[in-house]
């Protein structure tokens, strides 16, 4: 379905809260700071509105009567690119870590303010509206679009997930360059802190099979052991 068309300045914006006070009190204060909002109070109906609505942005709840929040953002994730606010009372950093793993783009902390929150869904847009330079990019057989976020390898689409193309886009820029983790972390998961290495390992493996290549047999990627990984077109 496609999307209703919005006025420029507006943003759709879907709240998945079970408790019906609390989704009222979301979405009035969203309403308030001129964002179009929907509120959900089960993970079934979130799923159901990210298709069919395709929101600018989800602020999710964790506990939901369905779902729990870490199962449903791979859920959401896997139907949609949409960034996701989850509002939790967890403040441990990692469940944070976690959560951010999981899919989810910020989070803000129970109780907090409708400003707060309005900052939060701005602040998540703007990263995904700039995430990219607009250019085209070429390496080899690769090109990557960044104003469509899309990829192709030798004129065939590759199916890529947000995140896999964030990181497989942010490593093209850099060609040649032996790109860190912790740079990884801070540009592409906005994590400006250590711990999460093992998701960069497992994007990094998805994108080496969508690639058509493997750690050992590696034609683009290539993991630099303690210092990072560099992008490179493959010797003709």
Not at 12 to 32: C, G, K
Not at 117 to 125: E, F, N, Q
């Amino acid at each position: 379905m496609v999307k209703s068309t919005l006025n420029e300045d507006q943003v759709s914006v879907l709240v998945v809260e079970d408790d019906a006070r609390m989704r009222e009190a979301m979405v009035r204060a969203l309403v308030a700071h001129g964002h179009v909002v929907r509120g959900d109070a089960t993970g079934a109906d979130a799923l159901r509105d990210v298709v069919d609505w395709q929101p600018d942005v989800v602020v999710l709840d964790l506990g939901l009567p369905d779902f729990d929040g870490e199962v449903l953002l791979p859920m959401l994730r896997a139907i949609s690119d949409v960034p996701v606010v989850v509002a939790t009372v967890r403040d441990d950093e990692a469940d944070i870590i976690r959560l951010l793993d999981a899919g989810a783009d910020d989070y803000v902390t129970k109780p907090f303010s409708g400003d707060h929150l309005d900052a939060r869904v701005r602040a998540v847009l703007r990263r995904a509206r700039h995430q990219g330079d607009g250019r085209e990019i070429t390496v080899g057989d690769l090109c990557i679009d960044d104003r469509r976020r899309t990829a192709t390898l030798a004129g065939e689409p590759l199916e890529l997930s947000r995140k896999e193309f964030d990181l497989l886009a942010h490593l093209a820029r850099h060609e040649g360059e032996v790109v860190s983790k912790r740079e990884l972390l801070a540009t592409v998961w906005h994590q400006p802190y250590g711990g999460a290495d093992k998701t960069i390992d497992v994007h990094l493996s998805w994108l080496r099979r969508k690639l058509g290549e493997s750690a050992g047999s590696p034609r683009y990627l290539h993991t630099v052991r303690g210092v990072g990984v560099k992008l490179t077109a493959p010797p003709s």
